[in-house]
């Protein structure tokens, strides 16, 4: 094991003869180092970890476990002797966020597949999990004062198989109660991650139509059991806007993060009182001490306040949305869409969207510099990952490329990535159980005979 395996990559790295048994006590200290930073001194007399904040004691311990060889990601110990190289290891990310969505509206992810997802993001030394909550097709939080929100949004009777409009028949559903959420929340801040929910209005809603009709200008909806965009949008009433004050205040109290996504993407047909429903809501974040986030549509929006804009329609937009004050993180559906198909291969599953490779995704450089770029992030949307294996084909191993894009600074060599993923960190993944898709292609169960897609 050498230090040339590190993924991400460190600021620096000095080698030093010799090897430190593992497990070993750790010697924590104090140090002005950069936000998330830490420096390892590892020697054969044992390993001091200098912290320059909780972050940065949680990634230096995260380096020792990569330095340890692929079984100390294993659930538990095989026993055995190991040992890490001696040297010095300097560290610090590049950008503050590093995120990764995870759409549990479209397939419902149960509590311990989010409480693993956590996991997988800090071995990789993400740190935002953006937590897709509610969309057409599910709602997924629990909400006391709006039962209808779950017994009558948190399911549906059938879903499209696939792009081709065919119906799989079969029911799915599912919801976090407000403990779950918490406990999610609390595991996460454990491993230096912070969840950001989103609610996304006034689009995205058929599943809060279809509990509360009243909400909409149609007597009844249907949580939808299609793909695509709805058409169906929130009436921007002032009962309405009370609703889904309420609502985000039950979310404010469930999810610390000071960031609260509202959405805003996707809204076609949507007039100047959406608008303006989009922009109030947006205040009442601000209003609790929260900054709203929303998707570059809602850049559309006159008099919004300073907010952070998930750039994903391209990457102009972001560039926009920092000239006009706002944060950024880019988020380009161009690069980082990881739902989108990862080869022309005939076998790949279910294939939606353009192809982004592997060595795509580690190429993805952002257009955006300066104070107003948060960093970065990955998209899993779930439309056709129904089950965890399928989100951890999609996202694995090309999360891990994107892990170095957030972390690592200079420049990226994918032939000198390659071998270190394929040597180093496929060994780890396999240690964790990832069921990632392997660099020539799928494993014949991982494809999805008969099931169409759509590529662009
Ligand atoms: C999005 O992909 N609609 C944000």
Redesign the pocket.
Known sequence: MSFATLLPRPVSVTPAPGSCPWPSTVDVRDAALPAEGYRLEISSDGIVLFRGDAAGEFYGRQTLRQLAGPDAFRAASLGGEASIPCGVVEDHPRFGWRGCLLDVARHFRTKAEVLRFVDLLAAHKLNVLNLHLTDDQGWRFEVPAFPRLTSVGGWRPSSMAGSGGAQDGRPHGGFYTGDDLREIVAYAAARSITVVPEIDIPGHARAALAAYPSLGTSPAYEVWTEWGISTSLLDPSESTLDFFRRVFDHLLDLFPSKVIALGG??TPGATDEHREFVRLLAEHLVARGRTPMG?DEVLDIPGLPPMVI?S?QNESAGVRAASAGHDVVMCP?QHV?LDHRQAEHPDEPIPVGWVHTLEDVYAYEPALTGPRMRGVQA?V?SEHLDDVRRVDYMAFPRLSAFAEVAWSSGDRDYAEFLPRLRDHHLPRLDALGVDYRPLDGPRPWQTRPGVPGRPR
Do not use: C, I, L, S
Request: proline share 0%.
């Open positions: 993407d996707e998707w998930g994903w559906e869409y998209q949307w």
